[in-house]
């Protein structure tokens, strides 16, 4: 594996950048280490002052179409109501839930509890 000088690195990342190849191939077809081309390449954009993803973005400028439709989970939450127990249980009961069912429910639920705690 071929080993540049400090003083050869800046061409070759320059090479690099206007090569329009992968890392990888890059690397491969000029018998160079991966790790040590990543590394100048991060010390250059260090430099110019970008992030990673800044670079990213700007050699990348793509747009892809985006549809906005309304979700209906606020309508679904809207339609059920929710109890929590102390022991951390919650329950979910539709709008309109017999609430004498709901209470002996939860009655019967404490009751179970406590038998279970002792």
Known sequence: MRRPNPDEWPKLVEEFETSGLQQKEFVAKHDLPLGTL????????????????ELAAESVAAF?????????????????????????LV???PVGADT??????????ASAGTAAST
């Open 100 to 109: 004498a069912y709901v209470a002996r429910l939860l009655a019967t639920l």
């Open 38 to 53: 990543q590394y100048w390449l991060y010390k250059k954009r260090k430099k110019r002052g970008l992030r990673a993803s």
């Open 64 to 88: 892809l179409p985006l549809e906005v439709v309304a979700s209906p989970a606020p309508q679904a939450r809207e339609s059920f109501f929710e109890v929590a127990t102390v022991g951390g």
């Open 91 to 93: 329950l979910r009961f």
